[in-house]
């Protein structure tokens, strides 16, 4: 496809450099792989998961609903809650101006207490709510435990007996700033993952490496001269393996990974350092879609309720905030897959970004082995060398010393030295006609030193 070709990178991006260290290990690729042997890298399968059958629901009053409820007034109690007032109780813990949504701790304490009001007053799901009202209002006219007492008059405090919904937009309220908060950092790891993948010389570098090498070791295809490297078929290149000349094993990343280090050590080892941090980061990170529905859903339900108002309003300006900065991001990222020669139609980023990760720490592991193989190679030659000078001095000094060569002092007493200077036979005798170099101070050493005075 000529007009995908020309909006990526590689149609804007002609370099030689990478090229013609190509063809320089031309020989060694030939000798390496006589043949193509490039593989489509497998997929596994993943398989759906049946369906659990789902427990049945547990009746109102049995013991667990009930020792559920029972544990949530006592720490509503604890809490300093007055529970034989259900209605204040309610009112107090959904009074939105009761907390600052701000303060963390409050935030956290309100969380807390929504909890308790819900375990307290409502079944675990919500389809059981109506049939558990309607137990509830059948057993009014009866007396009732506290617990199920407590649950009727706090349900009956809310308009429509619907105090689920209550207690979900108060928890809306209170997580509103940590949700948009949380979807706005997820779109910027994407943006600057992003970014990092746009402006990495050294990515360029490598990829141009792997697609002349490609193209060398299926020369004899005909017509399978590529014009590009996409990042989902980077993984075959570990995968494509033959037997180097000195009879080991070897792959075609290790073939790249070793002319990259000739060419420009410094770009092959820095392509792991500049881009694995903010790869790293995204590879967990959901599309905000989640997070928009869920804020979507709050902003109608809130609505509905005049009491909620201001919060519709909160909702629906972090909900434009969020859209507003999703589709600038998404652009981006479009803009740099398309490059890098994915389709535009590519909705989902993540593969394109694991599968680059993936070939980041497959290749900067090549790099580290290739440095310490050197490093090896190197010391060798080091202890080699000082091997063989050792052996040299070794040699040298069980040859005989010429008798005129200078003393060692080292093994020179000191009562020989100054029996030396009184005879005049250190620095020659008075008669220098008769004077022979080192023939009075020789006479003087003795395999044993002489003994002290």
Do not use: C
């Not at 149609?11 to 190509?22: D, F, G, H, P, Y």
């Not at 490059?339 to 970004?353: H, L």
């Amino acid at each position: 496809d000529k007009a995908a070709y020309q909006a990526t990178w590689w149609a804007k991006n002609q370099s030689t450099i990478e090229r013609e260290a190509v063809v320089q290990a031309l020989p060694l690729i030939e000798n390496i792989f006589p043949a193509p042997s490039v593989n489509a890298p497998t997929i596994a399968r993943k398989q759906s998961k049946g369906d659990e059958t789902q427990a049945p629901p547990p009746s109102v009053f049995d013991s667990d609903r009930l020792q559920a409820a029972a544990f949530a007034l006592r720490s509503l109690r604890a809490r300093g809650y007055s529970v034989d007032d259900p209605t204040g109780v309610v009112l107090q813990i959904l009074d939105l101006d009761s907390f600052d949504d701000d303060d963390e701790d409050e935030l956290d304490k309100k969380l807390e207490e929504l909890k308790m009001l819900e375990q307290a007053v409502l079944p675990t799901k919500a389809e059981d709510d109506s049939a558990e009202f309607a137990k509830l209002q059948s057993a009014a006219s009866r007396p009732m435990q506290d617990e199920a007492k407590f649950a009727f008059q706090a349900r009956k405090a809310v308009p429509d007996s619907d105090i689920r919904a209550e207690i979900h937009l108060v928890r809306a309220y209170a997580t509103l700033n940590a949700r948009i908060d949380e979807a706005t950092e997820r779109l910027e790891r994407k943006d600057t993952a992003t970014e990092a993948v746009h402006s990495s010389d050294e990515l360029r570098f490598v990829l141009r490496l792997a697609l002349y090498t490609g193209n060398v070791l299926n020369h004899s295809a005909p017509g399978r001269q590529a014009a590009g490297v996409k990042v989902s078929g980077l993984a075959t290149l570990a995968s494509t393996k033959a037997t180097n000349p000195n009879g080991n094993l070897t792959t075609a990343l290790d073939l790249i990974a070793s002319i990259a280090r000739d060419v420009d050590a410094e770009q092959a080892r820095n392509l792991k350092p500049l881009l694995y941090d903010p790869l790293d980061a995204i590879k967990n990170d959901e599309p905000i879609d989640d997070v928009l529905t869920s804020l979507q859903s709050d902003m109608n339900l809130a609505q509905k309720r005049t009491k909620y108002k201001d919060l519709a309003q909160r909702l629906k300006t972090g909900i434009d905030q969020l859209k507003s900065l999703k589709i600038e991001v998404d652009r981006r990222t479009r803009d740099v897959l398309v490059s890098f020669g994915e389709k535009a139609s590519t909705r989902d980023p993540r593969p394109f970004f694991a599968a680059l990760l993936d070939f980041i720490n497959s290749f900067d592991a090549v790099i580290l082995r290739l440095d310490q193989q050197e490093a090896e190679k190197a010391l060798e030659k080091r202890q080699n060398a000082a091997r063989k000078r050792r052996l040299l001095r070794k040699a040298t000094s069980k040859t005989d010393s010429d008798p005129y060569d200078a003393p060692d002092t080292k093994h020179l007493s000191l009562l020989a030295v100054a029996n030396a200077v009184k005879n005049h036979s250190l620095f020659g005798s008075a008669n220098r006609s008769t004077y022979r170099p080192g023939l009075s101070i020789t006479s003087f050493y003795d395999d044993e030193p002489p003994p002290e005075d």
